[in-house]
């Protein structure tokens, strides 16, 4: 038992007890903060209620409220109603402000001395171009200006003067296949209770605040166009975006514009999120886009992107609902944005007044912040820092890190104590034909190729998965994680440990740690690169992770100061005898123990071990025997000339006699400054995109990214254990390489889908109402959408035609077709045309010679139609339609397609379109209507489908329209 008496001693028990319980713990933490959400206070701030936040949300979800629905229109008048009421409920007077969009922002602020103003936009109308896509909207938004109290009367009303707003804005509109509690439910009613807090007396904001709660951002972000097309847009200078993209969960910090209005949400008293997010959108890995880009990118604001981010099997269907979600989400997004909102309206100086002269571009002058790094710490804490400090922090560490090894190198080498990758040693001079071998050398390769061997091993199992069993992660990430952590441990655990069985070394630790800085060194040269090139900023945690590694290896140094000098330790072996080339006075092969000269062959110059000499070699120590001690010199029995004469402490089983003067016990300091951080700050990346990638596969995103991601995240999370492992005893791994086989089963034989994570599919009905046949067709992954398919009555019956869907979007899906039952999106009418006929009516008249014509476009009981054009127009102009310099109608390319929506129900559009090419060729395409509502069982297809689909399957809608009703034009 003499070997437990220290209790920090680089031994098996300690090194097992301290390891273990610090991943155990650390992990636990960070799947608490990532699976649970915290607990709603026994205390609000003044005129929050979430009682009635709650009341809120269970009204405006209880019907599908997409843009193109009836009930889209009783959510606006609710939630009208409920502005109004919050402000009365306060005493607040205000204001209500009709039409205004021809007015400038002057004259509508010096119109009213109310304290608010309210605007029911039922004017606003935008034209703008999407790629080859034109698109005409007519907004529908509520606005609420509650006016700062830092300043006069003259500063509130004027634009001009620099005291920019606060824009806070959700959308209120739902796609046509979900409830929209989440998306965007949360965000809508978080809305009306800043509302109710701003406007009580102790809370009122010192600047401008703008509530915006916009209708149409399911459709090309719509209604985030229409708000820029009035005045009252150009007074915020900063934003928060309210969004979701599941259910329920925690609300993630997704995007930040610069580091200056990212502060404020650090003030939150649950932070979530990493800047990891934030580059995803930048490399598009994440497809779905916000309002926050038309906030930035189009109208010049600074501001943040919040939104919950998963289980993403439920964005967009029937399961975002309010039992779906709870309370605490509510107030998780809630109190981040009291926070924000609170701070950035509290900001009087000028950091987002920007140089006050007028931008050419349209543009609000918000000024320029810098590029942030950010990222929370078990969603209590939140780093912040500037990018250029991260790049200016990775420069200096690249620099003086090597420099500092170095220069202690130097100074080991200097004072005789420099063993690393020392082979012999002569006693007297380099004429002596035997050497005293030192090993420094032993130890060198074995953590590299145990890191390549053990994440090759991952790697392999990613595609394994990929080819046996691909989408498994959409039902059981932690399988996942769980797999590629015990493969990689179990892997590094047998090369680390068998090496050390046969040729144990003193310095693998060192050695290891050695590898690590110089693995992180070149990581961190394309970090700091990808930093300065590309503005990417996820590579944060290897700053840390090389600085710990740093230390680490500083601190293992250091250690060797302790160390007898070489030229002391081989001192020690001389007898005082001339020496001979004989085997009587050869030196022994180490300076562990010896017991008779058969185990010790006599050692010569050519006797060097090296990490290549064979491992069967005489005395080795087997597995049995692992973590008891060898005698050491002083207690061996041989002759006095077989040994060192002087004692150098007890080392640890058969690794180097020197190795006993080194201390004991900071590998303790060295595993805490190398693991916990990494095992935090890489997990944390690791729940993260697991989150938002593991169920992308339903939308046609490749599944080998999550595995590959899982993978590689697992051997970095693992790799701060490889100095320590071999201390490792039996017991451990073989559990762990336990679990590792009943994972790998699983993983493959599993169904991939369940009723907790039902798989998407795309769901659309098109019907020719010239011929009156109609097409019902499912899009999901190729497999299982025909298993889908088969279940529902209409399509069982016929032969089904799967082909790569026709959708950009979902290329990489497969289109299943059948004819379905007719849709009844409008009343029967009665007359000499067919039902299908009457769902819309157009005219097209062309200008004679010109290639320009005049279309007028109605559809019935619908308020979006569009249409499809075979040759590229080059001109729109829609009756009505305002002309904004920031908005292009057409893009560069032309347009093949242009999209009508109109706030009025059954409202014709008329519209002027110009197009290239020979004057007698003929002008094609179609004219096409939408309807949306799935809430009267009217697109009885819908429902069949939603009712026969299997239970691990779910609908969502794959496009603006769940029915399509088309006519065919040529003039």
């Known amino acids: 038992m003499a070997r437990f008496s220290n209790p920090l001693a680089f031994t098996p028990l300690p090194v097992i007890v301290v390891t273990t319980l610090t991943y155990v713990a650390l992990f636990t933490a960070l799947l608490v903060v990532h699976l649970t959400v915290p607990p709603v206070p026994s205390s609000v701030p003044d005129g929050v209620s979430l009682t009635t936040a709650w009341s809120h949300l269970q009204a405006i979800t209880r019907q599908f409220h997409p843009y193109n629905t009836h009930a889209n229109d009783e959510v606006h008048d609710y939630l009208l109603h409920s502005v109004k009421n919050t402000l009365k409920t306060n005493g607040v ?19 009213s001395e109310s304290r608010v103003l309210l605007f029911d936009d039922q004017v606003s109308n935008v034209t703008f171009s999407n790629g080859e896509t034109s698109v005409y909207f007519e907004g529908a938004n509520i606005m609420v200006l509650i006016r700062g109290s830092e300043g006069t009367e003259k500063v509130l009303s004027d634009a001009s003067s620099g005291k920019g707003g606060v824009l806070v804005n959700a959308h209120y509109d739902s796609v046509s296949t979900g409830f929209g509690a989440t998306d965007d439910g949360v965000g809508v009613v978080t809305i009306l209770q800043l509302l109710s807090h701003f406007t009580t007396g102790k809370s009122w904001p010192k600047r401008n605040i703008i509530l915006l709660l916009n209708n149409g951002e399911e459709d090309f972000l719509n209604g985030a166009r229409a708000f820029m097309r009035h005045p009252v847009s150009q007074l915020a200078h900063t934003f928060l975006n309210l969004e979701g993209a599941g259910a329920g969960g925690r609300a993630m910090m997704f995007r930040s514009t610069d580091a200056e209005v990212t502060k404020y949400y650090k003030k939150a008293s649950h932070p979530y999120g990493t800047v990891v997010t934030a580059d995803g959108f930048k490399r598009r890995l994440i497809r779905s886009e916000t309002d926050y880009v038309v906030f930035n990118g189009l109208l010049g604001l600074r501001g943040l992107d919040v939104a919950f981010s998963e289980p993403r099997a439920r964005y967009h269907t029937g399961e975002d609902s309010a039992r779906e979600t709870s309370m605490k989400s509510i107030w998780h997004m809630l109190s981040a944005a009291l926070a924000t909102v609170s701070g950035l309206a509290s900001d009087t100086s000028s950091t987002f007044d920007g140089t006050g002269e007028p931008a050419s571009d349209g543009k609000v002058d918000a000024g320029k912040g810098s590029q942030a790094v950010w990222f929370d710490l078990f969603g209590k804490a939140f780093v912040i820092l500037r990018l250029n400090t991260m790049f200016a922090l990775c420069v200096t560490l690249l620099v003086v890190a090597p420099l500092a090894l170095i220069a202690v190198t130097v100074i080991l080498s200097k004072v005789d104590k420099m063993y690393l990758f020392a082979r012999k040693q002569y006693v007297h001079s380099a004429d002596d034909n035997d050497a005293v071998e030192v090993n420094g050398w032993r130890g060198v390769f074995r953590f590299p190729i145990a890191f390549v061997v053990a994440t090759a091993a991952v790697i392999g199992l990613a595609y394994l998965i990929l080819r046996t069993n691909p989408y498994i992660a959409y039902s059981s990430p932690f399988a996942i994680w769980t797999m590629m952590l015990s493969a990689w441990f179990s892997v590094a655990w047998f090369i680390l440990r068998g090496a050390d069985a046969m040729r144990p070394s003193a310095l693998h630790r060192l050695y290891s740690l050695i590898w690590l800085f110089s693995g992180g060194f070149i990581v961190l040269v394309f970090v700091t690169i990808s930093a300065r090139n590309f503005d990417l900023a996820s590579g944060y945690f290897m700053l840390i992770y090389f600085a710990a590694t740093f230390l680490s290896v500083l601190i293992g140094y250091f250690e060797l100061f302790a160390l007898p000098k070489k030229s002391v330790f081989v001192s020690s072996f001389d007898d005082g005898t001339s020496h001979i080339d004989s085997e009587s006075t050869s030196r022994p092969l180490t300076g562990g123990a010896s017991r008779i000269s058969e185990d010790r062959p006599l050692l010569r110059d050519d006797d060097t071990d090296t990490e290549t000499t064979s491992l069967l070699r005489n005395d080795r120590q087997s597995f049995a025997r692992y973590g008891t001690r060898r005698e050491s010199v002083s207690e061996g029995h041989t002759q006095d000339s077989e040994q060192p004469k002087q004692e150098f402490g007890k080392q640890y089983a058969d690794e180097q006699a020197w190795s006993g003067s080194l201390p004991s016990w900071l590998w303790i300091l060295q595993f805490l400054l190398l693991a916990p951080m990494v095992i935090i700050l890489v997990g944390q ?67 991939p889908f369940s009723r907790e994570h039902r798989l998407k599919v795309y769901f659309q009905q098109q019907t020719d109402c010239e011929s009156g046949s109609n097409s019902v067709s499912l899009i999901g ?155 009267d069982f009217s697109i009885a297809a819908l429902s069949e489908v939603r009712h026969y689909m299997p239970i691990w399957s779910i609908a969502t809608k794959v496009a603006d329209g769940l029915l399509e009703g088309s006519k065919s034009f040529s003039v």
């Open 93 to 111: 007077g205000y204001d209500s402000v009709p039409g205004a969009v021809d007015l400038s922002l002057d004259e509508i602020l010096d119109s």
């Open 781 to 935: 992954l190729d497999q299982y959408v025909q298993q889908i398919v088969r279940q529902v009555p209409s399509a069982a019956r016929q032969a089904l035609n799967c082909t790569t869907s026709d959708i950009a979007i979902r290329k990489e899906l497969t289109k299943c077709s059948w004819k379905g039952p007719q849709a009844h999106p409008m009343s029967l009418t009665f007359g000499n045309r067919t039902y299908v006929d009457s769902w819309l009516n157009f005219n097209v008249t062309k200008t004679v010679g010109k290639n320009q014509a005049r279309f007028h476009v109605v559809g019935q009981n619908t308020r979006a139609c569009k249409v499809i054009f075979n040759t590229p127009i080059t001109s729109l102009e829609v009756e009505g339609g305002a002309l904004d310099s920031r908005f292009p109608a057409v893009g560069q390319n032309g347009s093949s397609e242009v999209r009508l929506w109109h706030r009025d129900w059954s409202k014709a559009w008329n519209f002027d379109v110009e197009w290239g090419g020979e004057f007698r060729e003929p002008f094609s395409g179609r004219v096409i209507c939408l309807w949306s509502d799935a809430n």
């Open 685 to 751: 990346i690791g729940l993260v995109l697991t989150a938002g990638l593991y169920q992308t596969t339903a939308d046609g995103s490749s599944a080998l990214l999550v595995y590959l991601s899982i993978a590689i995240l697992s051997a970095l999370i693992l790799t701060p254990l490889g100095p320590f492992l071999h201390r490792f005893t039996y017991h451990v791994p073989v559990f762990i390489f336990l679990v590792c086989i009943g994972t790998l089963i699983y993983n493959l034989c599993a169904f």
